[in-house]
């Protein structure tokens, strides 16, 4: 996904008919990144809490897809759920160290909006867990933490922010927080991925409202881990010790 200043050739956080509120398979999702010149995807359903999530055998089982479709490295993934204001998450065991990627995110029917005081504890205790590799779409207002407190230590833990096109359309009050989420980004040197949380093909790497907020704060182009397949790649093998190209 082209704008004036960012090349996105990635995007890590897509859904398929695994979670029963999305509406394409993971070939109608490869063909579409295709179309859109995307090189790599992230496959990443629901974890297992959220009501109309994939249960868990799915993210056992995701090794049975190939690693290139219709020319698109798909990677297998996982949005978990945060349980708790400890940071307790729904994906655990040996799916944390088979899978390619895991997300972490607050969804309200799984969580309920805390205090903001409660809120930053779940989020640093998501940053204290190793296998987590992305703090996802933290900018809802309803599960606002202390930015301030919480942006710097996902930074020391290696915790990659998320700022999630959807949200801007789907989520109230998210573009004015993650406008604040991204500057702090940027103050702190945290990196961050730029996703289009696809619920369907025609929503792949459509990251727009996102590169424009991005562009109007300067954002350097260096902290966006997913702007090119190399950087993703990068990230993962020294992560996971796991080559992916
Ligand atoms: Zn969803
Ligand atoms: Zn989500």
């Known amino acids: 996904m082209y704008s004036k200043k960012y090349n996105i050739e990635t995007d890590t956080h897509c859904h398929t008919v695994a979670s029963?509120?999305?509406?394409?398979?993971?070939?109608?999702?490869?063909?579409?990144?295709?179309?859109?010149?995307?090189?790599?995807?992230?496959?990443?359903?629901?974890?297992?809490?959220?009501?109309?999530?994939?249960?868990?055998?799915?993210?056992?089982?995701?090794?049975?897809?190939?690693?290139?479709?219709?020319g698109v490295r798909v990677l297998h993934g996982a949005e978990a759920n945060i349980l708790d204001y400890d940071g307790s998450i729904d994906i655990t065991g040996k799916y944390l160290t088979e899978l390619d990627w895991i997300i972490a995110s607050c969804h309200d029917p799984v969580l309920q909006p805390g205090t903001v005081e409660q809120l930053t504890n779940a989020y640093?205790?998501?940053?204290?867990?190793?296998?987590?590799?992305?703090?996802?779409?933290?900018?809802?207002?309803?599960?606002?933490?202390?930015?301030?407190?919480?942006?710097?230590?996902?930074?020391?833990?290696?915790?990659?922010?998320?700022?999630?096109?959807?949200?801007?359309?789907?989520?109230?009050g998210a573009s004015e927080n993650c406008q604040i989420i991204a500057k702090l980004c940027k103050k702190y040197g945290v990196r961050i991925v730029v996703n289009s949380d696809a619920h369907s093909c025609f929503a792949v790497g459509e990251i727009t409202t996102a590169l424009e907020m991005l562009e109007s704060i300067d954002f350097p182009e260096e902290l966006i881990v997913n702007r090119t397949l190399d950087s993703l790649a990068d990230f993962i093998s020294k992560k996971r010790k796991r080559n992916i190209i």
């Open 124 to 172: 640093i205790g998501v940053a204290n867990n190793p296998y987590i590799d992305v703090i996802g779409h933290s900018g809802t207002e309803m599960f606002r933490y202390n930015y301030e407190r919480a942006i710097p230590i996902f930074g020391e833990k290696g915790k990659l922010v998320e700022i999630n096109a959807h949200s801007f359309a789907a989520r109230p």
């Open 20 to 70: 029963d509120h999305a509406y394409s398979t993971v070939l109608e999702m490869a063909t579409y990144a295709n179309k859109a010149s995307l090189r790599a995807i992230a496959i990443t359903d629901h974890g297992p809490e959220l009501p109309d999530g994939a249960m868990i055998w799915h993210f056992g089982n995701m090794r049975c897809l190939p690693p290139y479709i219709k």
